[in-house]
């Protein structure tokens, strides 16, 4: 058993941590469940014993090993201090826009003529992407996603005075964004999750969109492995044109990514890694 292990299993104030996977569907939990909050000094937390905060401060800023993340009973990832761990908190650290957005970067001068603007990160999870639109001169960027800890992943930069970033905990349809007036909607790796309300969500990107505005998205291909007991939708690319186009959007570019034993943000080795990035325009 490694040291790590043996100091967490002697900590009489930290609860046992179930391995195993979450109930199907369970997202949230109720009840004495602690809650939702970030963990960023030893100070905050004196019943853990010093060696545990030295060993988090090691792999605190690259992809956290599979061993410090483990799912409860009730379907909540936690770490290896017991505390709740959302998506946000994360990916928070990540800095490096994603794959799907280097593509739009890349491609954009061919399918927009325009380069900055009003921008839309949904599902933005830890603003990784959110704060590379506001670096190239995208104002507002409506950093929205669901997670609990987005506000405080985004502080850094949603604090400055005049900040372009204004961060939403909330639904896409809960936040007052006039329709025809976005020049970029970026979903990298929100699209899958959506589930029964994939097409109405489409449908609302389309309609917030400008003439000439452009969506930029990932979508897991047919082949993708299983992870991180997530519940997630598989599209083949004709399913993708047929699911934009009868939303309203025409797809002008799409990059298929494939790769065996991928490492994902949340640092899990993935077997089989199949990403659809798909760039569509509002005509």
């Known amino acids: 058993m490694s040291r790590l292990r043996q100091l967490h299993r002697e900590e009489e104030p930290l609860n046992s941590i179930d391995d195993a996977a979450p109930p199907t569907g369970t997202t949230a939990t109720t009840g004495a469940e602690a809650p939702l909050h970030p963990i960023s ?84 999870s830890g603003g990784r992407d959110s704060r590379n639109l506001a670096a190239r001169g995208y104002s507002p960027v409506h950093a929205i996603d669901r997670d609990p800890y987005v506000h405080e992943a985004l502080r850094d930069v949603s604090a400055e005075p005049d900040s372009a970033v204004v961060v939403h905990s909330c639904n896409l349809q809960e936040v007052n964004i ?22 109405a969500t489409l449908s609302h990107v389309c309609g917030i969109l400008r003439s000439g505005g452009v969506l930029a998205a990932s979508f897991f291909g047919p082949t993708q492995s299983e992870f991180d007991q997530m519940v997630f939708d598989r599209h083949d690319e004709d399913a993708v044109r047929k699911m934009l186009g009868k939303a309203g959007l025409e797809v002008v570019h799409v990059v298929s990514f494939r790769e065996e034993n991928h490492p994902n943000s ?17 005509p």
């Open 266 to 282: 949340r640092g899990t080795v993935v077997p089989m890694w199949d990403e659809l990035i798909v760039l569509a325009r509002r």
């Open 41 to 124: 000094r030893a100070t905050d937390r004196p019943d853990i014993h010093p060696a545990l905060w030295a060993a988090r401060a090691a792999v605190e800023p690259a992809h956290r090993p599979s061993w410090v993340h483990r799912w409860d009973k009730s379907g909540i990832l936690r770490d290896v201090f017991n505390t709740p761990r959302t998506n946000a908190q994360l990916t928070a650290h990540i800095k490096m826009p994603t794959r799907g957005l280097r593509v739009f970067i890349d491609s954009h001068h061919s399918i927009s003529n325009r380069q900055t603007g009003v921008a839309v990160d949904l599902g933005c």
């Open 178 to 199: 006039a329709n025809g007036s976005v020049d970029l909607v970026n979903a990298q790796h929100t699209f899958p999750f959506c589930g029964p309300s994939l097409a």
